[in-house]
C-alpha cells in the first residue's frame, strides 16, 4: 500500500493506537497536525507534560530546542521529532559564540563573577548547559520579569540571551537598564557597565515583521479595536500595545474578551488563525508564518510513527551526557521558583 493511497489520518490514529508512543505538537504547528496530537501547548508547557506521559517514545511536533528539552527532562523517554526543524533564534546563539559574549563583557568592565546568565527558553540545551554551569537559569515568556527579579537579588548583571526584544521589553517594564551585546563587533563598550540587563543580539524572524504602521492601519480603521503582542515583538510594537504576554497568555486574554471586541495581534499566523472566528486580525501586510514549524507534514507525522512501528525510528533527539546534565540545571533552576 503506497503512502499516496492510504488516507494518512486513519493511519496516522492507527499507529497512535497501536504504539507506546504520544505525539505532542506546539501551537504554531499546522492545523493539520496540530489536531492529531496527545498533547498540545507551548514549548515549556509540553515538555513538562511529557514528564507525566508513561509512552516510550515521545513524537515532538515542533522545532530543535524543544524536543531538546524534553530530552533533558525526561532522559529515559526516546524523542523523535519528525522534521530537525530548526529556530532561527536558536541557532543565532551557540556555545562559542555564547563564550564570545562573556569576553566582550569582560573586555567591557564587567568581570566573569559579576555575571548571572539568563537563557530563553528558545535556544540549544549546548546553550542552556553553559548557563546552568555558570550558576544560570532558564525562562520563559510567561515567566522572564518574575526569572530576572529573582537573578537581581544576586547583586549581580544580567546576561539575556538569545533574545533581546525579550530581554529589553521586560527591562523597560521593570524600569531598568538595558544594553545589547554584539558578538561581531567585539570592542568594549563602558554601556555595559551601566546596564541591569545585557540582552545578547538575536531575535525572533517572525516578530519581526510586525511595525507600528501595522498597528496605526489598524487604529485608523477600527477605532476601539484592542492590540496584543508577543514580547519577542520590537520594543516600540510592544509599547503601542494594549497587551503583551506568552502565547498562553494571548490565548487567554483573547478568550476572556467580549464577542464582539476586535482584537489584532502580533504573532504566529496559525496560533492566532485558531484564536475565534470572528474579530480577530493578524498584524501584519504579510502572512506572519515561522517557517521551521511549518515545515512538519501530515506525511512526516506518518512517516516518523511508521519508522517506529518497523523499529527503525529516526530524526531522534540525543545529547551529550554533560550537556545534558548542566541544561537540566538551569530548567530545574526555573522550575523550582
Known amino acids: 500500500m503506497s503512502l499516496n493511497s492510504i488516507n494518512l489520518v486513519e493511519e496516522i490514529e492507527r499507529l497512535k493506537r497501536e504504539l507506546d508512543v504520544t505525539v505532542v505538537a506546539h501551537f504554531y504547528q ?3 497536525v496540530f489536531q492529531l496530537a496527545d498533547i498540545t501547548g507551548d514549548s515549556l508547557e509540553l515538555a513538562k507534560k511529557t514528564v507525566s506521559s508513561d509512552s516510550e517514545f515521545v513524537v515532538f511536533c515542533g522545532v530543535g530546542f524543544m524536543g531538546e528539552s524534553v530530552k533533558v527532562l525526561n532522559p529515559e523517554k526516546r524523542v523523535i521529532m519528525p522534521k530537525m526543524a530548526c529556530c532561527s533564534m536558536a541557532q543565532m546563539i551557540d556555545g562559542n559564540y555564547y563564550d564570545k559574549s562573556i569576553e566582550i563583557l569582560q573586555k567591557s568592565g564587567v568581570a566573569k563573577e559579576n555575571i548571572m546568565p539568563i ?3 528558545n535556544s540549544s540545551a549546548e546553550v542552556k548547559a553553559k548557563v546552568g554551569e555558570m550558576g544560570g537559569m532558564v525562562c520563559t515568556s510567561s515567566n522572564a520579569e518574575m526569572i530576572i527579579t529573582n537573578a537581581l537579588d544576586s547583586g ?11 530581554g529589553q521589553n521586560i527591562a523597560n517594564k521593570m524600569g531598568l537598564k538595558s544594553s545589547i551585546v554584539n558578538i561581531l563587533d567585539d570592542r568594549a563598550d563602558e554601556v555595559h ?3 541591569d540587563v545585557i540582552c545578547y543580539d538575536g531575535f525572533c524572524s517572525v516578530h519581526q515583521l510586525f511595525s507600528t504602521d501595522d ?8 477605532p476601539d479595536i484592542l492590540v496584543a503582542v508577543h514580547p519577542e515583538c520590537d520594543p516600540a510594537i510592544v509599547e503601542k500595545s494594549d497587551f503583551t504576554g506568552s502565547t498562553s497568555q494571548l490565548i487567554k486574554y483573547i478568550k476572556d474578551l467580549p464577542e464582539d471586541q476586535k482584537v489584532v495581534v502580533g ?3 496559525n496560533m492566532v488563525n485558531r484564536l475565534r472566528e470572528k474579530n480577530t486580525y493578524v498584524l501584519s501586510s504579510t502572512k506572519p508564518e515561522c517557517p521551521t514549524m511549518n515545515e512538519t507534514t501530515l506525511e512526516d507525522l506518518y512517516r516518523t510513527l511508521k519508522s517506529i512501528e518497523d523499529g527503525e525510528p529516526f530524526y531522534e533527539v540525543e545529547l551529550d551526557s554533560t550537556v545534558q546534565q548542566n541544561a537540566k540545571l538551569a530548567l530545574e533552576r526555573m522550575l523550582a521558583l
Open 30 to 32: 499546522k492545523d493539520e
Open 119 to 121: 537563557t530563553y527558553i
Open 156 to 166: 549581580k548583571k544580567i546576561l539575556f540571551v538569545p533574545d533581546r526584544c525579550l
Open 193 to 195: 557597565q551601566e546596564a
Open 215 to 222: 498597528i496605526d492601519f489598524y487604529r485608523e480603521k477600527y
Open 267 to 269: 504573532t504566529e499566523f
